[in-house]
């Protein structure tokens, strides 16, 4: 017996596949990568006397709503999709993870229409400081996160996904949710919580 | 273990303390002896663990070195969680001796009693400068030309309100056995009482870019009278300053250095003025201020801050021109007390004035 | 015991498919000697510059280098040791040792493994080529504290964007090594039985995991300050240079123990093997591998002791407990050592040098970990005597051991035991020379960090001996580079298990392995592997191995 042959399936059976341990991984440095933007956020916010200051006004709510909207939508899109991938069903995936995708340029689009539409500039203080670089750095993760899973859908479209094989699906799926949340928290910090 | 090997060890152990003890200085403050003594349970403790250990591998490796031609396998033993447990005590028990040690001398230094002179102290790069607003003092460094020199009375207590200017310094006077950063925006206060009379050298401890190695400060400590004389003196070399109307009542003024080439502008009070600043310092900034006084609590007049090299003229507005003849203050606010001067409005037709 | 020859690859390739085949390879193993030459040629760079460093001090008056020139050259000097030196050498041995210690084929992922290594000499070169560019490199510190490093040239950029590939870099390669030891495992090798230096790379890859992004993080703000106007450390506008201080050194307290680590789990290794019996509690030395692992996540303030705006008491018992999990190790080491029969061959000389210094180091740490007693030695000297005796007391005695240790392993050819012990005695030597008299300079009150001193403060003699010192250390690398030049010129002599002792399964293989790792997989019934199969030849009287 090759060494290979007696590795392989002793491996198999052992819990989650490499490629989702990774992402968990690497999702986990991600995390903290944002916990250290929202410590900066409410290490600035806690000593500020007024929040937002006062030049900055409280921000419109409109456009971040339909956002929030758009990429929790998303994440359930998608989530359907990875069921649908694991029953086997790939042509209803390939479908539903268009939609995401889609889902994903909308925001991003609506996003960029919201940032021209602000009257402050990121050099117009602390406020706009935290405000562009943590959304700024978000957006970057979402556009990340379309290219990664438009990767899967080329992985689809050419017959590399099945009931058997979908690794990757999972794994691009733990990386759109963790964005999907991260948004949650920037909603909460910039729009919700200065009302 | 014999009573040989015991005074052997206490010999080495005396030895090492007394010539630890000859590397560091006198300490020179009350909060000073708190860490002094501090520093002595600490290195009690290390030499404990250090012989401890460092003994132990000694022993070892005298003792368990291979003899030539010993083939025979020595016993396989794998450690007993009992063992393992009693190495994590030995170290809680280390812990539980020095921690509370800590707290008390921390505690001791972090009191702030009721202060007899209260300095304000201010880092920027690459100088400090003491106001002493009771006192009417002003006193600072010049960047590369010479430290502050700052005195105190001893055995009183000197609380030091501490910030800066621009990145982060740190005020050390190492016979005081006490250093705290200078940080922009967040004052940081804390006092010294002084026990020695002598000069302390001090020196920025926080890496603060090119003139870092140079930002050397000295602290006096003399006694009362002694004090008073040089608050007399240092309050009234200010007051002397004086020097005529500038002509036309156009005043210049250069930042070189991080320094004016003045300390004494003049005006001729009533009439238009304008101020020209030239900036020499590439790519720092700089601003112009006027100032009731020294305990600056009301700005008359400010141009905003600008990078060298540039030139930044402006006029100086009726509330300037219209003041009460006498003495003003004026400074840069991005280096405070250290680019500073005597801001004089002359009365109309005092004879220098003219015009 | 007989020695396998490794499988003829006789047939001597074209140069430069050769250099063709190290560029692409994804072998586990050829990265992992990657990484060793991308380790000592920035080791020799940091090395040189630290010369620049004690020869400018060596007498009061800047005669040597100016003090813009000096501050670039301590800057790069930490940088280059701390990032491109002893974590990628981690990352060398974690390569080459992994996955043929717990009986893998190659890393989880080949190529993002090869990707984690070429960003490294990139981010490196980006770093040293600030010497280059108009104002000079990066000069505000490793630690690069905001404010400061707001200002400064493109340098300082360069500096910046050098991190943040290093920091991609380390990333990943921690991600891999987590992915292939949890999942990459022989058979019958559980969790509790691979090699305590496994152990040593996963809690690294942890603490790499959990700590490189909110450097990143802190990266990407100064980036933001320096070029699109944000004002995150600008007290005069909201933001606070406290902002940074706590970023990195939320990141920076993990960062020194992924740099200890190795050496543990090197000497771990190490001792066993020249002391003839197994580590002594296995079981504690884990524990405390990653008991220190969570530790380090609470004691990032006590670098800030002097800012006056952190929680003192809470910092300073956290940095005191994390000596109890540290010091349980020194017992685990000495407990291996205790009733053993010790040979000193060079290994075994480098981690007993190892033991010795890097405890002086951790005590020196405990001094400061008082708030009372950091308030008088913070920022002196003290701090450049701590760094230098854990990182290059502890570190790099530690890779020295790891070094003489595994380069049979790796290259089939012992280093030469003579100029060995010659490099461990001048080693020790000069290390004690040049970094010893620093505690004495701090207590002094020396800061760390000044270009020049007056000649009236007493510090002068101090800094010639530790100049002296320094060229004797250069004298003992210098020895090192050549041991490893000439034995590598000598013929393969080393036999599997190269020392006669080994433990775990890279001494199962042929010197050097396979391209596949392993002919045939031995058995793992334990957590010694190769020691069964010696126990189980001499059963069969004295049979040859595998
Ligand atoms: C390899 C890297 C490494 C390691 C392992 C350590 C280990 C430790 N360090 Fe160190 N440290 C650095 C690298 C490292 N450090 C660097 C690079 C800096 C400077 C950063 C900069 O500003 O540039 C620094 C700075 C630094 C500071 C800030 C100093 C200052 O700027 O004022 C402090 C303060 O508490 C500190 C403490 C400690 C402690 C308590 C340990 C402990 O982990 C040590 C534990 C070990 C022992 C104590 C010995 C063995 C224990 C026993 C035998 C048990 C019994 C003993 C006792 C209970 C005392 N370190
Ligand atoms: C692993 C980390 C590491 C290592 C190994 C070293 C090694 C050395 N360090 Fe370093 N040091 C740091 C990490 C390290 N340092 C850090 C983090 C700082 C803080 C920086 C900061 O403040 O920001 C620092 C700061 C620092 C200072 C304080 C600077 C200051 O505050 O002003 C000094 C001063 O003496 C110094 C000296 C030395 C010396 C003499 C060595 C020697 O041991 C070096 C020995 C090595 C050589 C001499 C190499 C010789 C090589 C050859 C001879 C081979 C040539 C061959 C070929 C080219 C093939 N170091
Ligand atoms: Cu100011 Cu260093
Ligand atoms: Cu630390």
């Known amino acids: 017996m090759s060494a290979t042959e007696l590795f392989t399936d002793e491996r198999a059976v052992r819990g989650t596949s490499s490629p989702v341990m990774g992402m968990v991984l690497f999702v986990a440095g991600e995390a903290l990568f944002f916990a250290a933007l929202f410590g900066a956020y409410f290490s600035v916010r806690t000593s500020a006397s007024v929040w937002p200051p006062k030049s900055i006004g409280v921000p419109e709510l409109a456009v971040p709503s339909v956002l929030t909207v758009l990429l929790v939508t998303s994440s359930v899109v998608l989530q359907i999709g990875v069921a649908a991938v694991r029953s086997g069903r790939i042509d209803s995936f390939r479908n539903l993870l268009g939609l995401t995708i889609l889902l994903g340029l909308c925001f991003l689009a609506l996003q960029a229409y919201d940032y021209s539409q602000l009257t402050f500039g990121i050099r117009d203080g602390i406020y706009p400081s935290l405000f562009y670089v943590m959304t700024g750095l978000h957006m970057a993760h979402v556009a990340g996160g379309v290219v990664l899973l438009s990767l899967v859908m080329g992985q689809t479209t050419t017959g590399q996904i099945s009931l058997q094989r979908h690794e990757p699906v999972e794994a691009a799926t733990i990386y759109w949710h963790f964005v999907d949340i991260v948004w949650l928290g920037l909603f909460t910090a910039f729009y919700l919580s200065v009302r | 273990m014999s009573s040989t090997h015991r005074f052997v060890r206490l010999g080495v152990a005396a030895l090492v ?85 800590g707290e008390v ?96 050298r001090g020196q920025c401890a926080e890496f603060c870019g090119l003139g870092h190695y140079q930002m050397r400060f000295i602290v006096k400590v003399v006694n009362p009278t002694d004090y008073q004389a040089w608050v007399q003196k240092e309050r009234k070399s200010i007051l002397k300053i004086n020097c005529p109307p500038a002509a036309g009542n156009n005043l210049e003024l250069t930042a070189h250095n991080i320094s004016w080439n003045t300390n004494c502008l003049a005006i001729t009070a009533g009439q238009s003025a304008s101020i020209t600043v030239h900036n020499l310092d590439a790519g720092i900034d700089h601003n112009f201020a006027i100032w009731n006084s020294l ?61 | 015991m007989a020695v396998v020859k490794a499988p003829t690859l006789a047939r001597p390739e074209p140069f430069r498919s050769r250099i063709l085949d190290w560029l692409t390879t994804t072998d586990h193993k050829k990265i992992g000697i990657l990484y060793f030459f991308n380790s000592l040629g920035f080791f020799a760079i940091g090395g040189i510059l630290a010369l620049l460093l004690r020869t400018e001090l060596a ?35 974690g390569n080459f040792l992994v996955p043929l210690q717990i009986g893998a084929l190659d890393m989880a992922f080949p190529r993002i493994n090869a990707l984690s290594f070429w960003l490294l000499p990139v981010g490196g070169l980006t770093i040293l080529s600030g010497f280059l560019v108009k104002g000079g490199a990066g000069a505000s510190g490793w630690t690069g504290f905001a404010p400061l490093s707001v200002q400064g040239g493109s340098g300082m950029d360069l500096w ?103 050496a543990w789990g090197i000497v771990s290794e190490v001792i066993p093997v020249f002391s003839g019996k197994p580590l002594y509690g296995y079981r504690g030395v884990v524990l405390s591998f990653l008991m220190v692992t969570a530790l380090s996540f609470t004691v990032w303030a006590h670098h800030m002791f002097a800012t006056g705006a952190v929680e003192l008491p809470f910092f300073s018992i956290t940095t005191e407990l994390i000596s109890l999990p540290t010091g349980v190790l020194f017992f685990m080491w000495l407990g291996t050592m205790w009733k053993g029969k010790l040979r000193f061959e060079p290994p075994m000389l480098f981690a007993i040098g190892f033991i010795a210094m890097f405890l002086i180091g951790g ?33 790099v005695f530690g890779i020295m051991a790891g070094m003489y240790y595994w380069f049979p392993k790796v290259t089939g050819r012992f280093l030469s035991r003579r100029l060995g012990i010659w490099q ?16 004495v300079l701090g207590l002094r009150g020396m800061p760390r960090r000044i270009a020049d001193y007056l000649p009236n403060e007493g510090w002068t003699g101090l800094n010639t001996l530790a100049t002296i010192g320094a060229y004797v250390i250069a004298v003992s690398i210098a020895l090192f580079f050549i041991n490893v030049f000439v034995s590598l010129r000598k013929p393969r002599d080393a036999p599997d298990d190269a020392w006669g002792a080994g433990n775990s399964l890279e001494w199962a293989t042929t010197s050097p392995p396979p391209a596949h790792n392993f002919d045939v997989m031995p058995e793992v019934r334990s957590g010694r592997p190769v020691y069964d199969m010696r126990m189980h030849a001499r059963a069969q009287g004295g049979g040859s191995t595998p």
Request: proline share 7%; charged share 10%; hydrophobic share 50%.
């Open chain 3, 59 to 93: 007498r009061p008056g800047t005669q040597f280098l100016s003090p813009h020139a000096y501050n670039q050259v301590f800057t790069e000097h930490g940088t280059l040791m701390i990032f491109l030196f002893v974590f990628p050498m981690l990352a060398g041995f």
């Open chain 3, 363 to 395: 005590i020196d740490g405990v001094w400061m970990a008082s708030p009372a007693m950091d308030f008088a030695i913070h920022d002196t000297y003290w701090v450049v005597a701590h760094i230098h005796y854990v990182l290059f007391g502890g570190t």
């Open chain 3, 160 to 262: 910046d964007l050098g991190l943040l590939i290093v920091g991609t870099s380390s990333l990943l390669g921690a991600i891999n090594f987590l992915v292939t030891i949890v999942r990459m495992r022989a058979p019958g090798m559980t969790m509790m039985r691979i090699p305590v230096f496994c152990w040593a790379v996963l809690a690294t890859s942890l603490l790499a995991v959990l700590a490189i992004p909110v450097f990143t993080a802190a990266l990407l703000m100064l980036l933001a300050e320096r070029h699109l106007g944000t004002v995150f450390f600008d007290a005069s506008h909201g933001g606070s240079p406290l902002i940074w201080q706590h970023a990195f050194w939320f990141f920076g307290h993990p960062e020194v123990y992924m740099l200890i680590l190795i």
């Open chain 2, 295 to 355: 305990d600056t609590t009301h700005q008359y007049f400010a141009i905003p801050k600008f990078s060298g090299v540039a030139t930044h003229s402006a006029n100086l507005p009726q509330e300037v021109s219209q003041l009460k003849p006498g003495k003003y203050y004026f400074q840069c606010n991005v280096h405070g007390p250290s680019m500073s001067g005597v801001f004089i409005v002359e009365p109309a037709g005092s004879g220098q004035g003219g015009g």
């Open chain 2, 17 to 101: 303390l007394v010539s630890m003890a000859a590397c560091t200085e006198q300490p020179a403050t009350e909060q000073a002896q708190q860490t002094h003594r501090l520093f002595y349970i600490i290195l009690a403790l290390a030499i404990f663990v250090s012989v401890v250990v460092e003994g132990a591998l000694l022993w070892a490796i005298v003792r368990y070195r291979r003899r030539p031609g010993d083939d025979e396998e020595p016993p396989q033993r794998e450690g007993t969680t009992r063992m393992i447990i009693a190495f994590f005590l030995f170290g809680t028990v280390i812990v539980a001796a020095l921690f509370p040690f």
């Open chain 3, 424 to 439: 461990f005695w001048i080693q020790l030597i000069g290390f004690n020379l040049t970094f010893f008299p620093m505690h």
């Open chain 2, 105 to 200: 001398a921390l505690g001791n230094i972090e009191q702030n009693p009721t202060p007899i002179v209260t300095i304000d102290v201010t880092g920027s790069q690459w100088q400090w400068s003491a106001v002493y607003s009771n006192e009417g003092v002003v006193v600072s460094g010049k960047t590369f030309v010479r430290p502050l020199v700052m005195e105190v009375p001893v055995d009183e207590p000197v609380r030091i309100n501490l910030v800066s200017n621009d990145v982060m310094h740190e005020f050390f006077v190492p016979a005081f056995y006490f250093m705290r950063n200078a940080l922009p925006g967040h004052p940081n206060v804390f006092t010294w009482t002084p026990t020695r009379i002598g000069t302390y």
